[in-house]
């Protein structure tokens, strides 16, 4: 079956050394292979792990999706499975920001490289934005720019990988953590976040979880994929706990200031005193201009933990070896931070909010689908699927190829991203696409209806 594929990458052993004894194995196969047919042997051949380990990233899934397509059918693809609304004409991004890179690029000063850690005027901007409404104030030395926030995960877990060490993430979570991990060889250890409690930390398990070779916990807020913001007083005890561990916080914060519900965002970095965090964050999510891949990876840690346990010392190691962002990206940065007007800003949050709602209330209107809660923040939401209502899909990874081969909507299996028989749906798109997709997936589950199922409608 079609699905079989994207089943058996998702469910492959995602530690390193499993698909590197995978590697050496059709290595050997392949020599065998040559030498049968009198092939002369090179001494080179691509890596297999590589593949295995980007299948588990939501790319790979949603790559492997969108090849499932009917390429009969004539509608138009819904794309309710990634977290890129800049393909949307109602979600471009603020002039002033295009009018920064324009200005900077112009100039003729920023064709040069840049400073490993990043050109000046930008770490200190973003010093000024990432202190708003913190207990202490961050300072240009502490931030790090990076190609997007997804180097900063790569940085961050290079930095604290050693033999025999672990890390805490969240399930369901961003499986680019698990990705980098496994390449770093990192073991990976999973805490749930708790539907019936808004998608709670369950700290509980935290603390049964750690042990010595702990070495940071991953909180994700707003939340990708669940939609959640953490609360003040929940924030603090995820704080708390981890300093009685004695794990350092990984606040995960793309989504920064991206909350449109009864819950004020507070970021993780505002509990640095507490315990030491590194906040990873980017221009893409809020300002819609992913391409642009600028993001930073910042230490908030006012008591020096970090400094002085050789942290900070490695963060510039590896920056030292690595690719820089573009340099008039970064020039125009303290630009489009300091002149960028709240009404775009605020007319963002109104469409995420609008489109949250529409989500929410379409759902409602597929009875083998449930929404534990409302997104209030970032760009998705996890819907659970009730498979005893569906009569010919036995998991979300079959609910979803079929779904894109028959309605040609996508949306991502929640067992990419940790949780199975779960979807994450994709909002920030145009509130016409989203409510074509939410009606396409409300037929689907009514041509796969078990018969005389209460709330199905012919």
């Known amino acids: 079956m079609k699905f079989s594929r994207l089943s058996m990458a998702l469910n492959a052993p995602k530690r390193r050394y499993s698909t590197m004894t995978s590697s050496v194995i059709g290595n050997l196969d392949c020599q065998k292979t040559m030498m049968e047919n009198g092939a002369k042997k090179w001494g080179f051949e691509g890596q297999t792990w590589l593949k295995a380990t980007s299948a588990i990233t939501v790319r790979g899934v949603l790559d492997m999706l ?21 393909h949307f004409p109602s979600f471009r991004t603020a002039a002033v ?21 990043g050109v000046s005027s930008a770490r200190g901007a973003i010093a000024d934005y990432l202190s708003r409404g913190l207990p202490y104030t961050l300072s240009p030395d502490d931030v790090y720019l990076t190609i997007g926030c997804t180097q900063a ?13 672990n890390i805490l993430l969240p399930r369901p979570g961003y499986p680019y953590y698990e990705a980098c991990a496994a390449n770093n060889g990192l073991e990976v250890r999973h805490f749930d976040l708790l539907p019936e409690k808004e998608w709670a930390v369950d700290l509980s398990a935290v603390e049964t979880l750690a042990d ?9 807020n707003p939340g990708n994929p669940c939609g959640n913001v953490f609360s003040y007083e929940h924030l603090k005890e995820v704080a708390e706990t981890a300093r009685d561990l004695g794990v350092l916080l990984i606040g995960d914060e793309a989504y920064d200031n991206l909350a449109f519900g ?16 590194l906040t990873l964050g980017s221009i893409s999510k809020r300002w819609i ?7 930073w990876l910042v230490t908030s840690d006012p008591n020096g933990i970090l400094r002085k346990s050789g942290v900070v010392e490695s963060i510039t190691g590896f920056l030292n070896i690595s690719s820089d962002p573009a340099t008039f990206i ?42 534990p809660k409302k997104a209030e923040g970032s760009m998705s939401v996890m819907v659970k699927l009730n498979l005893s209502m569906l009569e010919d899909i036995n998991d979300d990874i079959e609910f979803c190829v079929k779904l894109a081969e028959e309605e040609s909507v996508i949306v991502l299996p929640g067992v990419a ?8 749906i994709t909002f920030a798109v145009e509130t016409s696409i989203l409510e074509e997709g939410l009606a396409r997936m409300k037929v689907f589950c009514q041509r796969h209806a078990k018969k005389h199922q209460v709330g199905f409608t012919d």
Request: proline content about 8%; hydrophobic content about 40%; charged content about 20%.
């Open 330 to 371: 970064q020039a125009a940065v303290p630009q489009i931070l300091s002149d960028t007007k709240e009404d775009f800003f605020s007319k963002i949050i109104c469409m995420l909010r609008e489109s949250a709602d529409m989500c929410y209330n379409g759902v409602k209107e597929i009875p083998c689908i449930t929404c």
């Open 153 to 165: 995960i790569e940085i961050t877990l290079a930095v604290l990988a050693r033999p025999g060490a």
């Open 262 to 277: 009864s819950t004020p965002y507070v970021p993780v970095r505002a509990f640095g005193s507490i315990v030491p965090v």
């Open 97 to 117: 920001a295009e009018n920064a890179i324009i200005d900077s690029l112009r100039s003729a000063k920023y064709n040069c490289y840049s400073p490993t850690v």
């Open 417 to 424: 991203v940790g949780l199975k028989n779960w979807l994450r």
């Open 66 to 86: 969108m090849g499932g397509l009917n390429k009969e059918d004539s509608r138009p693809v819904i794309p309710l499975g990634h977290g890129d609304p800049s």
């Open 289 to 295: 201009v992913p391409g642009w891949r600028l993001g």
């Open 212 to 220: 010595e070779n702990t070495v940071a916990m991953v909180i994700i």
